[in-house]
C-alpha cells in the first residue's frame, strides 16, 4: 500500500520516516559567544531533552555530529515533532528545526530530511519543520 501525506498528518506503512535534527544558528548563539565546554553542555542538554521526549512517542534520537541529530521516527506526525520542538524551546531556550524525510528505506529518508532541513535554513529557520517524501 502506497502513503502519502495527508494534510499535516504522516502515514506510513510502506514507507520509513526520519527527523533530521538541529539547533537554530548554533555558531551565533553558541560557539561565537561561549566556551567549547558550554556549547558542549548545551547540545548535550538538547540530545538529552530530545531523547527523553522521542522514546516517550517510540522514535529514537542518534547524535550525527556538531550540533546535528537523526532520529527515524515513524508514525510521528509533523506537528507532533514540532510539538517536541516547541516545547524544548520553551524548557530550556534552545531552538530547534527538523527536516523530516519519508522514503522506502532509511538512506532515503535520512536523505529527504537532510534536504528539508536545507530548506529550513533556506528560509532562514522561520519554521520548526519541513518535510519531503520521495517519489518513486
Known amino acids: 500500500i502506497s502513503c502519502s501525506l495527508v494534510g499535516s498528518e504522516m502515514c506510513i506503512r510502506d514507507r520509513v520516516q526520519a527527523a533530521h535534527i538541529d539547533i537554530n544558528s548554533v555558531t551565533e548563539t553558541l560557539t561565537d559567544i561561549e566556551s567549547a565546554f558550554d556549547t558542549n553542555f548545551m547540545v548535550n542538554k538538547a540530545q538529552h531533552y530530545l531523547m527523553t521526549k522521542l522514546i516517550k512517542k517510540g522514535a529514537l534520537l542518534f547524535f550525527i555530529g556538531g550540533d546535528n541529530f537523526m532520529a527515524p521516527c515513524n508514525g510521528l506526525s509533523e506537528k507532533e515533532i514540532e510539538d517536541i520542538l516547541v516545547e524544548i524551546n520553551d524548557e530550556i531556550g534552545i531552538g530547534l528545526k527538523a527536516g523530516i524525510g519519508v522514503g522506502r528505506n532509511m538512506e532515503d529518508a535520512a536523505y529527504m530530511a537532510d534536504l528539508g532541513l536545507e530548506e529550513i535554513r533556506d ?8 518535510v519531503i517524501e520521495k517519489e518513486y
Open 123 to 130: 528560509h532562514d529557520n522561520g519554521m520548526w519543520t519541513w
